[in-house]
């Protein structure tokens, strides 16, 4: 019974530890005085929102898209281009992305979703890849160059320029994709799908909607990256094509699959392993290896992360995740 009740505060309390840690990031790089960390910070958290929303169709519905790139790029441009039109109200702005990209989810879901496997894979890829190169054949709206921010956006006159003001803007959209991934989970909704995808034809027969409840974790799915996007473009200033890129997407599904898909945590997870493994070996910061061997590293960084991703793909099949229960287990 003690070991029980152990296992279940190692299990419950690191997700606390690690957004408390988060949270009172800013004041820790104000003491020591990094600023830039802040900026990277921001970073992870927004890729890590990207993630929690690609997590509830990969993770929940077990559907590989290849896509979600393309809402991330609707949430960045949406902010670019109406800010070109003089357009700086940040829940204006966001508003139309969401307007415009859910209904594109939309339609592109009952598209894609009446197929499964590989073919929803190359179907997803293949409207990214389309919308893609429409952006970077628009040469009034900066073609493969991408589009630069004047400023961040407004929000109701409260400035974000600041970049402790904005990492704390990024943290409460992350604690909320995150609270909101947790109800789901929960909900009828999360046991159907994940019902259907362990066994879409059983759950048919049933009499659930199997397609209604799919397009609908889609769409869902979709807004969060939107919103992911908003944040990225207002976080850089800037608005680029490869936001729309399929590597963006397989990106976010290392991410999932490392932290552990199907789990409400395992986005952030894996978003922070990833991207600050990345920035250790791409700048040479490995505190523990002779300078030689940290430039060696610095320079083929990319295998070196894929070689990690692999034997943590042979280790544990649940991620990160799986990997904390199993330890607290022992």
């Not at 600023?35 to 990969?58: E, H, K």
């Not at 709206?141 to 003001?165: I, P, Q």
């Not at 850089?236 to 976010?252: D, M, V």
Request: hydrophobic share 55%.
């Amino acid at each position: 019974m003690v070991n029980l009740k152990l296992q279940y505060m190692r299990t419950r309390w690191l997700p606390l530890f690690l957004m408390v840690v988060l949270a009172v990031l800013p004041l820790i790089t104000t003491l020591i005085g990094q600023d830039y960390y802040i900026t990277f910070a921001s970073r992870v958290l927004v890729i890590c929102i990207a993630a929690v929303g690609l997590n509830l169709v990969l993770g929940y519905g077990g559907m590989v898209s290849f896509g979600h790139a393309l809402y991330v790029g609707i949430g960045a441009y949406a902010v670019a281009v109406l800010s070109d039109f003089g357009i700086l109200s940040g829940p204006l702005q966001l508003t139309l992305a969401l307007l415009v990209g859910g209904l594109i989810s939309f339609f592109l879901g009952l598209i894609a979703l009446r197929t499964s496997g590989i073919a929803f894979i190359m179907i997803t890829l293949a409207f990214s890849q389309m919308f893609y190169y429409i952006v970077i054949s628009l040469k009034n709206y900066g073609g493969n160059d991408g589009m630069v921010l004047a400023s961040r956006s407004d929000l109701f006159g409260l400035s974000l320029e600041s970049s402790t003001s904005f990492y704390y803007f990024v943290f409460i959209f992350l604690a909320l994709s995150l609270w909101f991934t947790y109800m789901i989970a929960r909900s009828s909704f999360g046991w159907i799908l994940r019902g259907s995808k362990l066994n879409a034809r059983r759950m048919t027969a049933l009499g659930y909607p199997v397609l209604r409840y799919r397009v609908v974790a889609y769409v869902i799915s979709a807004l969060i990256c939107i919103v992911a996007g908003f944040l990225l473009a207002n976080l850089t200033r800037f608005a680029s094509p490869s936001y729309l890129q399929w590597s963006l997407s397989g990106e976010l599904i290392v991410i999932v699959m490392l932290g552990g898909a199907a789990t409400v945590f395992g986005p952030l997870y894996g978003a922070i392993t990833l991207l600050v493994l990345e920035e250790l070996l791409a700048n040479a910061a490995l505190p523990f290896l002779p300078a030689t061997f940290n430039d060696f590293v610095g320079s083929h960084f990319m295998g070196f992360i894929g070689l990690f991703i692999v034997l943590m793909a042979m280790g544990t099949r649940e991620g990160l995740s799986g990997l904390i229960v199993r330890k607290a287990d022992k």
